[in-house]
C-alpha cells in the first residue's frame, strides 16, 4: 500500500495535468456546439467500426461452428448412402432406422492440417489422431471421391498415404463392365491416375466412370473416383493400362471423411488367411 501512495506522490503532478485535461476536453464538449457534434459524429465512427471488427470475429466464430455442423451432417449424410448401397447390395432390406442402428460404415469428419502435392511420394496430415477413433488402414475419402490410406496415427494426428504417392495401391473397377484392377500414381498430373490390370478383352469407351471395388476393407464399394480419359495396351500386351481423371481436385481439399469400417478386423483375418 505503502508503494502505491509514494507512487501517486511521485507522479501527482502528472496526473492532476491528466484530469485537468480532461475536465477541460468535457467543458469544451459540453458548452460548445460546434465541438459536440464534432465528439459526437468521431465518437460514433469510432464505435462503429470497432463494433464492426467485434462483430466480424464473431461471425468469424460463428462461421467456424458452423462449418463443424455442416461437416458432420455431411458425414451423416455420406454414412446413409454408403451403408445404404452396401445393404442394397447384400439383399438386406431394412428401414432407415434399422439400418442406422447396423451401420458397416462410420465416417470421421477430419481437418487437413497439411498436404504435400509436389513430390512423387505425396502425403497429408490430419488434425486428428487415435483419441478421434483413428486407426492405421482406415480410408480416407472427400465428398468428391478417395484420398488416400491413414499409414500412422499419434494421439492427436495422423499421418495419410495419398493416392498421390507411388506407393498407393487402390482396388478399383469400370463400372459399367464390372472390370477390376489397381489404380496407381505414375503420372507428374495431379489429376490423372491409372487404372491397370484390366484384360485386354475388356470393352472401354472414354468417359466409362471408375470407382472403389469394395475388396478392400479401407473402402467400401462405389466410392466415385473419375473418368476414363484414355487407354493403351500395357507392357505385355494383355492388359489395357488405362487413365482416370480424378473428379476431385486434392490440392482443394480442406476436409476429409475417415472410414470406419467394423468388420475391418475380420475381413482382414479371413484376406490373410487365404493367401
Known amino acids: 500500500m505503502s508503494n502505491v501512495i509514494s507512487l501517486f506522490i511521485r507522479y501527482s503532478a502528472f496526473i492532476l495535468f491528466i484530469l485537468l485535461?480532461?475536465?477541460s476536453f468535457q467543458l469544451i464538449i459540453?458548452?460548445?456546439k460546434s465541438q459536440k457534434e464534432i465528439w459526437a459524429n468521431s465518437s460514433n465512427r469510432l464505435t462503429g467500426a470497432i463494433n464492426e471488427y467485434v462483430q466480424g470475429i464473431e461471425d468469424f466464430l460463428q462461421l467456424q461452428n458452423n462449418n463443424d455442423s455442416?461437416?458432420?451432417?455431411?458425414?451423416?449424410?455420406?454414412?446413409t448412402i454408403i451403408n445404404y448401397r452396401v445393404s442394397s447390395k447384400d439383399n438386406i432390406f431394412?428401414?432407415?432406422?434399422?439400418?442406422?442402428s447396423t451401420k458397416d460404415y462410420r465416417l470421421i469428419p477430419a481437418k487437413v492440417c497439411s498436404k504435400t502435392l509436389n513430390l512423387r511420394n505425396n502425403y497429408m496430415t490430419l488434425c486428428k489422431g487415435s483419441r478421434d477413433s483413428l486407426f492405421v488402414g482406415m480410408g480416407v475419402i472427400s465428398d468428391k471421391g478417395i484420398v488416400g490410406i491413414i499409414s500412422q496415427v499419434s494421439d492427436n494426428f495422423?499421418?495419410?498415404l495419398m493416392i498421390l504417392n507411388s506407393e498407393s495401391r487402390t482396388s478399383a473397377k469400370i463400372n459399367s463392365k464390372n472390370y477390376i484392377g489397381n489404380l496407381i500414381w505414375s503420372k507428374d498430373n495431379t489429376r490423372i491416375m491409372t487404372l491397370k490390370d484390366i484384360p485386354k478383352h475388356a470393352t472401354i469407351a472414354i468417359g466409362d466412370s471408375v470407382s472403389t471395388s469394395g475388396y478392400s476393407i479401407s473402402f467400401p464399394e462405389d466410392i466415385?473416383?473419375?473418368k476414363v480419359s484414355d487407354y493403351r495396351p500395357g507392357l505385355g500386351g494383355n492388359s489395357y493400362d488405362i487413365d482416370v481423371r480424378l473428379m476431385s481436385d486434392l490440392s482443394t481439399v480442406d476436409y476429409v471423411y475417415v472410414v470406419s469400417y467394423n468388420k475391418a478386423v475380420e475381413k482382414q483375418e479371413i484376406i490373410?488367411?487365404?493367401e
Open 30 to 32: 459540453k458548452y460548445n
Open 70 to 79: 455442416l461437416l458432420v451432417e455431411n458425414a451423416k449424410l455420406l454414412e
Open 272 to 274: 490373410e488367411s487365404d
Open 158 to 160: 495422423s499421418t495419410v
Open 94 to 100: 431394412q428401414t432407415f432406422e434399422e439400418q442406422d
Open 224 to 226: 466415385y473416383i473419375g
Open 21 to 23: 485535461e480532461i475536465i
